[in-house]
């Protein structure tokens, strides 16, 4: 049964809104993540039409049955045997009032654009960026409740795979570990390649897990996340096999400080690059600003990697209910590296911080 308050009748009028101001009569929406958050359909085939008083989703065979339990209540579903560009170019004339169409540009492939103008002659199509990705940035209510799930299995099993870190591990197996522990949990299945790098590959920001064996006094880097209902978390704590040493505490007291400031400093409102100086001022005041060389973070729902930016060369404002990644980081090239990274939601009254898995270095074995 349908709710009474669907958050997907609010998403498609806000982005009719926007249609109409950017003259647009219509969208043509090729982007998986910008179907779904629109109509909640979760098949890997569609295309989607929105209009001022139309919403179309096209799909094939595959899908007949789970379109329609998705998103008829959203959405008039149209399943094509054959070609979903065939079956566009059929029912788009039936649209009333329908002359200029966005396209994606980000997402719509060049052979596809050549379709769009070759064969969809009748109409003008403009190219548009994200104008959906706009609309995700805030969250509702009904995604913060999937995103703290997502955060919440994260944690509970990073937890379960700590006690089973241990020298002669290798790296692929520590990730399988914790790779199973989050499907036991819940987890619909990774938003990105789990990252476990040790020793001097901890330096490496994005390794892949490999056949390195751990070892006494390695820094261990283990990035992850969950996926619940469609929406993921990222998190990101570093460990010290075995007693870390003076030059390991005095690195991993650093970032744990300008995580901390960042975390609670971000505020919605504050332009990507303050929000980026609240932790880079201070790691370079340290005298370690070179060792950091990312931006401090990124927005999370859909996918992993979205809007807003917190990097130092962007302007814009952070929107009120995004949910924001804080992840400074030091890497030393040959020595190893550092990364703590939390979930943070922009509200009202503040960040509130929803990772809550222990900042402190913590010496495992």
């Given at each position: 049964m349908r709710s009474a308050r669907d958050p997907r009748d609010a998403r498609l009028a806000r982005l009719r809104a926007s249609l109409e101001e950017a003259g647009l009569d219509a969208i043509l929406v090729s982007s998986r993540a910008n179907t779904r958050y629109l109509t909640g359909f979760t098949g890997t085939s569609s295309m989607l039409v929105v209009a001022k008083h139309e919403t179309i989703l096209i799909t094939d065979f595959r899908y007949r049955t789970q379109a329609r339990t998705e998103c008829a209540a959203v959405a008039q579903v149209e399943v094509e045997g054959v070609s979903l560009w065939g079956r566009l170019w059929n029912v788009l004339p039936k649209v009333q009032g329908v002359v200029c169409v966005g396209f994606?540009?980000?997402?719509?492939?060049?052979?596809?654009?050549?379709r769009l103008v070759e064969t969809g002659i009748r109409w003008s199509w403009r190219a548009t960026s994200n104008v959906i990705e706009a609309l995700r940035e805030p969250k509702d209510e009904s995604e913060m409740v999937h995103i703290r799930a997502a955060v919440a299995i994260a944690e509970e099993a990073l937890t379960k795979t700590i006690p089973e870190i241990a020298p002669g591990f290798t790296e692929l197996e520590v990730g399988a570990n914790l790779e199973?522990?989050?499907?036991?949990?819940?987890s619909e299945w990774h938003p990105f390649e789990t990252i476990v790098a040790s020793g001097e590959r901890s330096a490496l920001p994005h390794a892949r897990c490999s056949q390195r064996a751990l070892r006494n006094g390695d820094f261990i880097i283990v990035d992850f996340g969950a996926i619940s209902g469609g929406y993921c978390s990222d998190i990101t704590r570093t460990f010290v096999l075995g007693k870390a040493d003076g030059a390991q505490r005095e690195a991993y007291d650093i970032v744990r400080e300008a995580n901390a400031t960042a975390s609670s400093g971000v505020r919605a409102g504050m332009r990507g690059r303050d929000a980026d100086a609240l932790a880079r001022d201070y790691i370079e005041r340290r005298g370690l600003g070179a060792e950091f060389g990312h931006s401090l973070g990124h927005g999370i729902g859909l996918e992993v990697h979205e809007a807003p930016r917190l990097a130092k060369t962007v302007d814009m404002p952070l929107p009120l209910g995004s949910v924001v990644t804080i992840e400074p980081g030091i890497y030393r090239e040959g020595w190893g590296g550092i990364r703590i990274e939390d979930d943070v939601h922009l509200t009202a009254e503040g960040p509130v911080l929803l990772t809550s898995i222990s900042r402190d270095l913590q010496e495992l074995g």
């Open positions: 994606e540009s980000a997402h719509l492939l060049h052979g596809d654009y050549q199973r522990r989050l499907r036991e949990l819940g």
